[in-house]
């Protein structure tokens, strides 16, 4: 069964630092979200992305986030500066256009010191 | 805005034992509702789902009912085993049909633990 893809699967950086989370959704799905859940709490919308283009985006993802689809298979999140409350796992997820179920990647857990 | 609600937990209960997990949601159209569960150190899976009201998901024993007078998408099981410990959560997708691939909305999660 076709699954969406994260690496790394537990990244750890300094403050300050910027970090590449990369996902690989599935292959013939057109629409990728990020979703980050801080430890103990909620699952929290980022962003949505739809042909080469931000749809949506919450609060959370302000000017130190950008996304990108670099090429026709991957999927990425980009945080510039990294801040100790940016700590959290790291959801990545794709919709296709038979169904409208968002298939989830097991997550990047992402530590900043 | 759109939101869901769902029982606090942690819930423990025996092997065997029923499970009942409340949950209620707020949204101005007609969502497609989710139930989501995270087992230990993994990801998001989906449980069940439903689209419309009176739609009934089910999945490995789990049920979920869509009450649209009620706001509610309770999730039952019968008989809970020990592999069933994990995170559940309630969660809808307020595009519903006409615009499918709107964000996912989740509950705050209820940790259910099974004990032998």
């Known amino acids: ?113 | 805005g759109n939101s869901v609600t769902q029982m606090e937990g942690p819930v423990t209960l025996s092997e065997e034992a029923f499970l009942t997990i409340n949950c209620t949601y707020t949204a101005t159209g007609y969502p497609s509702l989710f139930w989501y569960v995270q087992y230990p150190g993994e990801g998001l899976q989906l449980l069940l789902k439903a689209t419309k009201a009176d739609d009934k998901g089910s999945n490995k024993g789990f049920e979920a009912t869509y009450r649209k007078e009620t706001t509610s998408f309770h999730l039952e099981k019968g008989s809970v085993q020990v592999s069933d410990s994990a995170v559940y959560f309630c969660a809808l997708s307020d595009g519903g049909l006409m615009t499918s691939y709107d964000k996912v909305i989740f509950g705050p999660g209820t940790s259910l633990s099974v004990i032998p």
């Not at chain 1, 990369?22 to 990728?32: A, K, Q």
């Not at chain 1, 801080?38 to 042909?51: C, D, P």
């Open chain 1, 1 to 113: 069964e076709p699954e969406v893809t994260q690496t790394p699967s537990h990244q750890v950086t300094q403050m300050g630092q910027e970090v590449i989370l990369r996902c690989v959704p599935i292959s013939n799905h057109l629409y990728f979200y990020w979703y980050r859940q801080i430890l103990g709490q909620k699952v929290e919308f980022l962003v949505s992305f739809y042909n080469n283009e931000i749809s949506e985006k919450s609060e959370i993802f302000d000017d130190q986030f950008s996304v990108e689809r670099p090429d026709g298979s991957n999927f990425t999140l980009k945080i510039r500066s990294t801040k100790l409350e940016d700590s959290a796992m790291y959801f990545c997820a794709s919709v296709g256009t038979a169904s409208y179920e968002q298939y989830f990647g097991p997550g990047t857990r992402l530590t900043v010191t």
